[in-house]
C-alpha cells in the first residue's frame, strides 16, 4: 500500500481546462485539506503567498486581486498577504519535513524519530518564545533572546546549540516560500553561538570491563547489552530486532529497523546502518538462551516477526529501564562514581569499536563494523581508547627500544 502523499512534496499546478494557471500550486496536508499557493513575480520580486481559498475558483478570483494589488502598489490589501507568524511557518514546516520520511530519495529523506524531536523542541521552545512574532519581522536580537531563554532551562551546550540550528533551518525554508528575505540566525556573532563542546565524554570500556558489567546484570536486559556491546547496535536499534533478524546458521544480525518512540519499528538513523554484523560466539550464547526462555513463556514470542527483547506481556523492552539496568550494574562493579562518568548503554557501542581498533582492525574494518558511511566518522566519534591503552602503547614503544 503507497503511503499517502502530502506537505510540500505533494504540490502541483492548477489547472483551468487544459490550460495550466501560471504561478498557481496547490497542495495536500497532513489532514486532508487543500491549500493554494502563488508562488510567482509580483511587484518585481519573486514572491510567494499561501491563499485562503479553499476551492480552485476562488484560487484564481485570489490570485488577480493579488496581481492587481501589487501592480498598484498597495501588496496588503489582499487577504493573501496576510501575516505569516513563525508559528504558523513552523507547523507548515514540520509538515514540510513529515512528506520527506517517505521519500524515495535517500538523501532527502527524514527520519520519523528526527521530525518528531525537531516538532517536540517547537513546541517546547521555539512557538513560546518567538511563535506570535511575524516570521519577516525577527531579527537577531529575538534570536539571542531565544538562547538565553533555552539555556535557562539549564539544557546542555550542545542542546541549545542544536535548537538555534533547527531554528535557521526554518528560516531557510521560509525563505524558500517567500515568507521572509532574511536568516535573522546567520546574523549571530560567533560568540552569540552556544558550544557545541561535549559536556561529558563518552567512557570506553576494555573487554574486561565489559565482561564484568554484562556478568551483572540481569537475564532480562543483559542480552540487550550484549547487542551493544559485543555486536555495536544502538539501543533503538536492538530493541527493534526481530528474530527473523537473527540468523544463527549464518552468524549474522541484520539491523533493518530500530524501535520509535511509539513502540513501533521505524526506519534506522540512516541508510548505511541497515547491514549485518557478525554474530560473535558470546553473543550467539547469550540470544540463544534468551530464546529458549522466550519460548517457555510463549512461543508466540519467538515468532519471526516476534520482537527479539519483548516484555511477559510482549510489550516492546524500555529504553529507560535498560539504561537504568545498565547504570545498576555499572554501580555494582565499580565502573561508576569516584569523579567519573556514568556508564550508559551507548558507552557499550562506543567500547566496541575502540576494542576493536585497539586489538588491530584498521580504520576501515572498524568503520565496517559500525556502519558508518564514512571511516572519517569512525575516525572523528569512536576513535577513543580505553583508560589503560596509554600505558599500552608506551609499553609498545619501549618494547621496540624506543626511548630508552
Known sequence: MTAPVYGDGSRRPVFTGNRRVPGLTERTRKNGTTVYEVHARLGGKLRRHTLNARTKTDAITELRALQTDYARGEPHRSPSACVVTVADLAQEWLEHLEGRISHRDPRLRYSPRTVDLYRQRVEQYLVPALGLLPVAEVNVGDIRRLIDRVSAKCLAPATVL???????????????????????VRDLDRDDRPSAKRQTEPRYLTSEEVTSLLGRMTETFRPIAACCALAGLRLSEALGL????????????????????????????????????????????????????????????????????CTTRGTPQSHRNTLRAVKHAGDQVGLNGKGRETVGVHDLRHSFVAIALANGLTLPEAAMLARHASPRVTLAIYAGVADNAREAAVDKLLTAGFGR
Open 162 to 184: 542544536a535548537i538555534i540550528n533547527m531554528t535557521s533551518g526554518l528560516f531557510r525554508y521560509g525563505m524558500r516560500l517567500g515568507v521572509t528575505d532574511r536568516n535573522p
Open 242 to 309: 526481530t528474530w527473523a533478524d537473527v540468523d544463527f546458521d549464518a552468524k549474522t544480525i541484520t539491523v533493518t529497523a530500530q524501535l520509535g518512540r511509539g513502540g513501533n519499528r521505524v526506519p534506522t538513523k540512516t541508510v548505511a546502518s541497515n547491514a549485518a554484523v557478525p554474530l560473535l560466539p558470546a553473543l550467539e550464547r547469550e540470544l540463544r538462551a534468551h530464546r529458549s526462555r522466550q519460548a517457555e513463556r510463549n512461543l508466540r514470542f519467538v515468532h519471526r516477526d516476534a520482537l527479539v527483547f
